[in-house]
């Protein structure tokens, strides 16, 4: 069973950078496309980058292309790099991993789910 398990979420003032990490755990048959989501207080959970499983195929949402990357280093760690926070980046920040194929921005496709990690941005 793959468990995956958020950190590096924090209070930040607006500008400031933070980087989310995923460790992923019980999975041994090498990488998986993995994806990161975030949800504001009193909205849906929304798509926020993805990256497939070679790594050479990265996708963003328009609201953090250019501020945010993602990457992974191994067949277990997945990052998210966020620049240039603002305010309406605060959520709880999701790690998420897929099964089968590339990369998604749809959250339906993924299979494993972290407990997330609060990222609070003040202005």
């Known amino acids: 069973q793959v468990q995956l398990v958020e950190s590096g979420g924090g209070l930040v003032q607006a500008g400031d950078s933070l980087r989310l990490s995923c460790a992923k755990t019980?999975?041994?048959?090498?990488?998986?496309?993995m994806g990161w989501f975030r949800q504001a207080p009193g909205k849906g959970r929304e798509f926020v980058a993805a990256i497939n499983r070679s790594g050479a195929s990265t996708y963003y949402a328009d609201a953090v292309k250019g501020r945010f990357t993602i990457s992974s280093d191994n067949a277990k760690n997945t990052y998210l790099q966020m620049n240039s926070l603002k305010p309406e980046d605060t959520a709880v920040y999701y790690c998420?991993?897929?099964?089968w194929g590339p990369g998604s921005t749809y959250q339906m496709e993924y299979d494993y789910w972290g407990q997330g990690t609060q990222v609070t941005v003040s202005s």
């Open positions: 019980g999975y041994t048959f090498g990488r998986l496309a």
């Open positions: 998420a991993a897929k099964a």
